[in-house]
């Protein structure tokens, strides 16, 4: 078996060091209460820290309530939010790991929510994977628009104040951002349709406007849509390129979250099947990519390292072994220790 050329490899992006190129990306975990992170969430990230993840991205955690994908999604709307997120980057930190979290509106997409709310008044039009929990929203006016930028700067501040490594935001599978610059589901007549980059663009600059001048702006995209009607990879260039102009600096590159797959419109599912979206914004953009889609294999993830992106993303894999890397390094270099990186002292013997 070959050795890994590329995943151990330290990265740094303006002041975010990296001790390898392993990302825990984003996955909803649906324990919260009120928004606010509990043991479990504490326990779910700082397992990956000790488990030698070189960044850990807090699943999407919403700017308001109605913001949230669920009930029982995370928040960042109020201060005891905030302080209980300190823990756990706190603990994140301890293990030698770097934490970023991603924040969100879910717009259109809210379940089991009174006031949905989108660009325009269309409804999403497709089955979650709960079950059918979806309202038609109601088109959000342009002051209220205002009073969500403002409040997507409010809670990078707060994550900024709870000791953050990093901010992503979530444009990406259908939530407010995407919902914005996809031509679909933005059919407005003002400012916001006319430029339908425009929302995206006025969110990336007010963030920045508050974040540290060295703390990277992550920005997840769909870089295509799948379902019918859906823009493509070209119109994901140009999503990509006008937000980089805006500020982001690093882009997480995926494709998809928007409603039903179109046949012929999306990869078919495999290893690695989102990877080419990576590599194409990677190289139109010049910024840094994560890629995302099944790279649960390390061959395969350390492969996609040396042409497609700069960090990968593994989410699955993640969750069913806390200790994925600890383990791919294991099973690479059998019972030769030193062939093994960021091994925790307590578990020293497990890897002899």
């Not at 879910?106 to 709310?117: H, I, L, S, T, Y």
């Not at 628009?145 to 501040?157: A, L, R, T």
Request: hydrophobic share 40%; net charge negative.
């Amino acid at each position: 078996m070959a050795k890994f050329r590329y995943l151990q490899k330290p990265f740094t992006l303006k002041g975010l060091s990296l001790k390898n190129r392993i990302v825990m990306p984003p996955m909803c975990q649906y324990q919260a209460v009120d928004g606010v992170p509990n043991d479990w969430h504490f326990v779910h990230y700082t397992s990956r820290a000790i488990g030698g993840v070189g960044l850990v991205i807090v699943e999407m955690t919403n700017i308001a309530p109605n913001g949230r994908i669920s009930p029982k999604c995370l928040g960042l709307w109020n201060d005891n939010q905030r302080d209980e997120f300190a823990k756990i980057v706190a603990s994140v930190h301890k293990y030698d790991a770097k934490i970023a979290i991603q924040i969100a509106h879910a717009g259109r997409k809210a379940e089991d929510c009174d006031d949905v709310v989108a660009p325009s008044a269309i409804h999403y039009g497709d089955l979650d994977f709960k079950g059918q929990n979806l309202k038609t929203p109601r088109a959000l006016s342009t002051t209220e628009i205002d009073e969500i930028v403002d409040g997507f700067v409010k809670s990078v501040q707060r994550a900024i104040d709870a000791g953050f490594d990093a901010i992503e935001l979530h444009g990406a599978h259908g939530y407010l951002i995407h919902q914005f610059h996809a031509p679909k589901s933005n059919q407005r007549d003002d400012e916001y349709g006319q430029d339908r980059f425009l929302f995206g663009e006025k969110v990336i600059k007010a963030v920045k406007a508050v974040m540290p001048s060295d703390m990277p702006l992550i920005m997840r995209i769909s870089a295509q849509e799948y379902g019918e009607n859906g823009y493509d990879s070209d119109y994901g260039v140009e999503i990509a390129k006008r937000y980089v102009a805006a500020g982001v600096d690093m882009l997480h590159i995926s494709g998809g979250g928007d409603g039903v797959l179109a046949v012929g419109h999306y990869p078919e599912f495999s290893a690695g099947y989102q990877v080419f979206l990576a590599s194409k914004i990677k190289h139109a953009t010049n910024v840094p990519t994560i890629a995302v889609g099944m790279l649960d294999n390390p061959q395969l993830a350390d492969n996609v390292l040396a042409r497609d992106a700069d960090l990968v993303a593994v989410g699955r894999g993640l969750l069913r072994d806390p200790h994925w890397w600890l383990n791919a390094q294991y099973n690479q270099v059998g019972a030769d220790f030193d062939g093994v990186n960021d091994v925790p002292d307590s578990y020293e013997r497990g890897y002899f």
